[in-house]
T-cell receptor, first 112, second 115 residues
Framework: DAKTTQPPSMDCAEGRAANLPCNHS???????VYWYRQIHSQGPQYIIH???NNETNEMASLIITEDRKSSTLILPHATLRDTAVYYC?????????????FGGGTRLMVKP | EPEVTQTPSHQVTQMGQEVILRCVPI?????FYWYRQILGQKVEFLVS????????KSEIFDDQFSVERPDGSNFTLKIRSTKLEDSAMYFC?????????????FGQGTRLTVV
């Protein structure tokens, strides 16, 4: 699976959009980009994933660049409860154990 | 909404003792996993399990660890002789299928403290 790079921390004002970047310049054509978050040592929570197209669900939007070398997770109206560590993970179908490899993630602090 | 449940939420054990951490994955899921997170560190993969056998394991998952699906619902992680360095949060996860496009659902974890 390709490696990802994320800023270690970010701040966002409550009610504003939080834009979390991720670089994955070595991503392969069949690898998906996943986003999970972890709120204060709870179990990681799935947010969204995508392959090539931009994706949106009730939690967030995922914007993947045309060359697929980077992506941005967008929380459109961040709340205090969105304060968490956000992980960008690349995973492909050839991952034998189907596991997720977590990096350090981005610690998002949403401030009032 | 279906969820992965783990018991107990907190386990304290003496060094050298055996512990069993329990998980009930989502009912129609076929792939099961254990991860751990030492305080302040990254979430680390331990083992994946499918069709009643281990499909992949990390170097952390040595002979002291074992997994089992004793019945149709539970998935357990056993540590035979606990060490101080086994103190961590242990997370169980499950997925419906394998492959690139499938989300994993995680339990809330068991905090294991070895004293």
């Amino acid at each position: 699976d390709a490696k990802t790079t994320q800023p270690p921390s970010m701040d966002c004002a409550e009610g504003r959009a939080a834009n979390l970047p991720c670089n994955h310049s070595t991503i392969s054509g069949n690898e998906y980009v996943y986003w999970y978050r972890q709120i204060h040592s709870q179990g990681p929570q799935y947010i969204i994933h995508g392959l090539k197209n931009n994706e949106t669900n009730e939690m967030a939007s995922l914007i993947i660049t045309e060359d697929r070398k980077s992506s941005t997770l967008i929380l459109p109206h961040a709340t205090l409860r969105d304060t968490a560590v956000y992980y960008c993970i690349v995973r492909g179908p050839n991952n034998a154990g189907n596991m997720l490899t977590f990096g350090g993630g981005t610690r998002l602090m949403v401030k009032p | 909404e279906p969820e992965v449940t783990q018991t107990p939420s907190h386990q304290v054990t003496q060094m050298g003792q055996e512990v069993i951490l329990r998980c009930v994955p989502i009912s129609n899921h076929l792939y099961f996993y254990w991860y751990r997170q030492i305080l302040g560190q990254k979430v680390e993969f331990l083992v994946s399990f499918y069709n009643n056998e281990i499909s992949e394991k990390s170097e952390i998952f040595d002979d002291q660890f074992s997994v089992e699906r004793p019945d149709g619902s539970n998935f357990t992680l056993k540590i035979r002789s606990t060490k101080l360095e086994d103190s961590a949060m242990y997370f169980c996860a499950s997925t419906r299928i394998a492959g690139g496009s499938t989300e994993a659902f995680f339990g809330q974890g068991t905090r294991l403290t070895v004293v």
